[in-house]
């Protein structure tokens, strides 16, 4: 959906399209958060707190930039804040629970 939107954004595609797009990667990371939590939630995970007030913030900024986007064209700070997303919070920060759910499935 990123490499969709980046793209779309490039060869100047429909606003409309490219907002189905931000909505469609809105519900995938409302989804992703609250699984996350759910299984974090679920396996005691000590850390659950900081890593729930970190989707907190993600969430903010998300809501946020997309309106920038809608409002000003803002794509980006738009492509900046998805890309962050995945490299900072997907490959970093959700890595750093993957040993303890482990255990916890395994156990
Ligand atoms: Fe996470």
Do not use: G
Request: hydrophobic share 35%; proline share 1%; net charge negative.
């Amino acid at each position: 959906m990123i490499n969709t939107l980046h793209f779309s954004i490039c060869n100047k595609q429909d606003h409309t399209f490219q907002k189905s797009l931000i909505d469609a990667i809105e519900n995938y990371t409302k989804i992703h958060f609250q699984t996350e939590e759910h299984l974090l939630e679920k396996s005691n995970y000590p850390e659950l707190a900081s890593h729930r007030k970190l989707h907190d913030e993600l969430a903010i900024r998300r809501e946020h930039i997309n309106k920038e986007f809608i409002d000003h064209d803002d794509y980006v700070t738009l492509l900046q804040f998805l890309k962050e997303w995945w490299t900072n919070h997907i490959n970093k920060d959700d890595m750093e629970y993957v040993s303890h759910v482990m255990e916890y499935i395994h156990n």
